[in-house]
RNA sequence: CGGGUGGUAGCGCAGUCCGGUAGCGUACACGUCUGGGGGGCGUGUGGUCGCAGGUUCAAAUCCUGUUCACCCGACCA
């Protein structure tokens, strides 16, 4: 069968659905804005986690799991943090069923077992972990808390999307507590950085870090850190959050502990998480007309090897030739598919290989191996070369290594060409209109101006980039001073 | 949540206006010829038309409700 796909061109949402459809990423559900995760998508996000699992824990962090409900009461007791996930809450209100009378086979809510109280199914649990850290916290000593935990959330999005707006979504979120308010500040930029170094390193996908405006900052956060990243069409993806939460929590769930003069001080916070949204912007930063384009560092396949055959003896001496090379290549720490199946033929093969972002393809039928070569396609570039059985292992170790390069380099260089300074008015809605893109600009600072360029343009401002350079200017829409320009693009 | 469009075989679709009990391509099974970029030929299997109700002698088709998806908008860390 071909599976058509709808390129960016003709419609870029339509590409992206295509995509994490047929590459066997997602599918639909039952439930409105859920989505089942396909075994090549857990894969992949299974990669994903190990990686950043290690890193989490490289810097002194534990995992740890809490409960998906949080009682009403806990919920909002960090006001502003209630208030902001007020309106996507999803809520346990009964714990029973029973057989509908008036309608047969059916089950009805039994208007008994109403909870007491109600449970709301976690949007992100700051309230039940801070709850339950009042118990953890007594001293000095007690600190700081290096928690993080991998669970699902829940959020009653309005409007959902394939990954990067789901109902529930996966993620992992730490939380950390801290006896001085620098050392939260230090986590809360220690794990950006563990962010973004993930972002670029693993996904290959290159990000800016930054802070965000009082408007966009997290519900119940004193600053909101930030990676961004720019997708192929030129909007921006939030891809990754780190929250200095002050004393905002240890304030609303009374935790304190005893410093070294025995003084009764609260607490301070971090928080940090990112999500399977990470996999919506893996796609759109890399793949093509043609399919996926994964990164070899987390591909689930790295390399896919395609023998080509006429009959069962030409199969039974390249099965026993390449078993050979996939144990070297296993020996090697590559993650490779030896398919032979029968069911369908070399060209079917390599266009679902390209569906599916594997890294490298190897063919090799009776021809080759005379010559003692295989061919060698690459995804990124779509290069095909012969190569020499011989050191294969060792060649395809570095070409992954220089794919997963090659990958970076190329985002890089679209997302720096998708930079774009702007003085006036005029030239920012030339610029978010036709090029697209981050735009730096001068804005007043204020959250009225920041709301009104929204409402205009629907451009928000991403971040103020972290190592931004103080410059004066005049803000793009009111002509007031500013101090900086900060990033603004259309986004997911 | 408001407006629009759609849901018929695993996938992509026709049939719906003008009710009469479902069809095409592909996939799948078997056979055969094939095999270096999504194979050819032949023979078959598979659905009761998203779900629930209603009208009717008769409903994929008409009516009501509902659900899932997509698009626009509002909303959204």
């Known amino acids: 069968m071909v599976k058509e796909l709808t390129t960016r061109e003709q419609d870029y949402s339509q590409w992206y659905n295509d995509l994490v459809l047929k590459g066997s990423l997602a599918d639909y559900s039952a439930v409105r804005g859920c989505m089942v995760i396909k075994p090549y998508g857990y894969a992949l996000w299974e990669n994903m986690q190990a990686a950043l699992d290690k890193m989490f824990k490289d810097t002194g962090h534990e995992n740890a799991y809490f409960p998906l409900f949080v009682p009403k009461s806990l919920f909002e007791a960090e006001e502003k943090n209630a208030e902001g996930f007020a309106k996507e809450c999803a809520i346990v209100t009964h714990y029973r069923l029973k057989t509908d009378p008036n309608n047969k086979g059916k089950l009805m809510v039994d208007p008994e077992a109403k909870l007491e109280e109600e449970l709301i199914v976690r949007p992100t649990s700051e309230a039940i972990i801070w709850n339950t850290y009042k118990t953890w916290i007594q001293s000095y000593r007690d600190l700081p808390i290096l928690v993080n935990q991998w669970a699902n959330v829940v959020r009653w999005e309005m409007r959902t999307r394939l990954f990067l707006r789901t109902a529930e979504f996966l993620w992992q979120e730490g939380h950390t507590a801290h006896a001085t308010k620098d050392e939260a500040i230090a986590e809360t930029v220690k794990m950006l950085d563990v962010y973004a170094d993930f972002a670029e390193n693993w996904m290959a996908m290159p990000v800016i870090k930054g802070v965000k405006t009082e408007s966009e900052r997290f519900a119940g956060a004193e600053d909101t850190y930030c990676i961004e990243a720019l997708m192929q069409d030129g909007k921006a993806l939030q891809a990754g959050t780190s929250h200095f939460l002050g004393q905002n929590f240890a304030k609303a769930f009374d935790v304190k502990f005893s410093d ?41 396949v790295q390399v896919v090897i395609v023998p080509i055959f006429k009959g069962d003896e030409q199969k039974a001496m390249i099965d026993e030739k390449m078993a050979v090379v996939v144990a070297s290549f296993k020996a090697a720490g590559i993650r490779v598919k030896y398919d032979n199946s029968d069911n369908n033929r070399p060209g079917w093969k390599f266009a679902e290989y390209e569906l599916k972002g594997v890294p490298i393809r190897i063919a090799v039928g009776p021809r080759d191996l005379e010559n003692n070569q295989v061919e060698l396609a690459r995804r990124d570039t779509k290069e095909k070369t012969d190569i020499s059985l011989d050191g294969l292992t060792k060649t395809v170790a570095a070409l992954l290594l220089e794919i997963q390069s090659n990958l970076l380099q190329r985002a890089i260089k679209y997302r720096d060409d998708h930079i774009t300074s702007v003085d006036t008015w005029d030239e920012f809605i030339n610029v978010l209109d036709n090029k697209t893109g981050f735009v730096l600009a001068h804005w007043d600072g204020t959250a009225a101006t920041e709301e009104k360029i929204k409402d205009q343009t629907k451009a928000t401002i991403r971040c103020i980039p972290l190592d931004n350079p103080l410059e004066d200017g005049k803000c793009i829409l009111t002509g007031n001073p500013s101090k900086q320009r900060v990033l603004f693009a259309r986004a997911y």
Do not use: C, F
């Open 260 to 300: 070294k003069n025995n003084t009764q001080e609260y607490v301070w916070a971090t928080s940090w998480g990112v999500s399977t949204r990470l996999i919506g912007g893996l796609v759109m930063t890399h793949s093509d007309d043609e399919g996926l384009v994964l990164p070899p560092r987390i591909a689930p």
